[in-house]
């Protein structure tokens, strides 16, 4: 069954979310955080890679080359201060919007 706009959309604005959270754990390398967010809520593979260097240059997260014996090196992805600080304001702004949602749907008083 193809998803439906809905689920596109809501998975596109809670991306960059999912993957700080996903980081806040600890560090990670893309093809993992992909592998994560492709079983847990069905993400491509092929958003996280343009994702992952937009946060790079926000400065939301650092990265580091660790050798790999079997192939190139790999890139860690992890935290810096303002992703973390973009984590909580995201999480805050998710917490509120569902709150608004589930009133209206009748889910909550």
Do not use: H, N
Request: aromatic share 6%; hydrophobic share 40%.
């Amino acid at each position: 069954m193809a998803e439906s706009t809905i689920q596109v959309q809501l998975k596109k604005g809670a991306l960059e979310m999912c993957v700080l959270a996903l980081l806040a754990r600890g560090e990670s390398y893309a093809y993992e955080i992909a592998s994560t967010l492709a079983s847990r809520i069905g993400m491509g593979e092929g958003t996280i890679y343009p994702l992952m260097r937009r946060m790079q240059d926000d400065g939301l997260v650092d990265t580091r080359l660790v050798e790999s014996s079997s192939g190139p090196p790999r890139k860690y992805y992890r935290l810096t201060p303002a992703g973390r600080a973009a984590l909580t304001a995201q999480k805050r702004e998710w917490q509120a919007f569902t709150d608004a949602v589930d009133q209206l749907l009748g889910e909550r008083k």
